[in-house]
């Protein structure tokens, strides 16, 4: 049986809070979203056939601890902040007050807009994969796709 080149996807949402510093309309303004986010692993499935994984691109059960540890650990109702270059004096006090009141936040590489939250995640998916399995940038190409709303997404390759 040939192992073609396949992905293997896993889907999660999670709910979290921001505010878009420098932006003219409305998202400048504090709000939420339910975010959706499918990780894909882009490879071909282990030949090794006793492996436990045999056949498998890489087992669900494992992807989705990693994406419970770097996606929900992190963002999971959680107010959202942008990195310091993009931070406004309002998005500045906001995190302060997380901070005073131990409100969950977590702060992001760059601006939290779709395209950019989405190759965040992308690379703490990936770093995870590749401290847990090391040859993972030979093995396998991750994609991140995040809906912010039902029917706008980013989608990137990392
Ligand atoms: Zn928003």
Known sequence: MALQLTNVTKEITFDAAHMLSNY???CSNLH?????????LS???NTTKTASDSHMVMDFGDL????????????DHALLISAEEFRT???????NWASKFGKKKCIM????TAEDM???IGSWVRDALQSRYHDINDR???????????TSYAEVKV
């Open 24 to 26: 003219d309309g409305k």
């Open 118 to 120: 989405a190759f965040a």
């Open 43 to 45: 490879g071909h499935p």
């Open 140 to 150: 396998l190409q991750v994609s991140v796709k995040l809906w912010e709303t039902p």
């Open 32 to 40: 939420g979203h339910t975010y959706r986010v499918a990780v894909t």
């Open 64 to 75: 989705k601890s990693i994406m419970q540890s770097e996606i929900m650990n992190r963002m």
């Open 109 to 112: 590489p760059s601006r939290t």
């Open 89 to 95: 004096e309002a998005e500045g006090a906001l995190m």
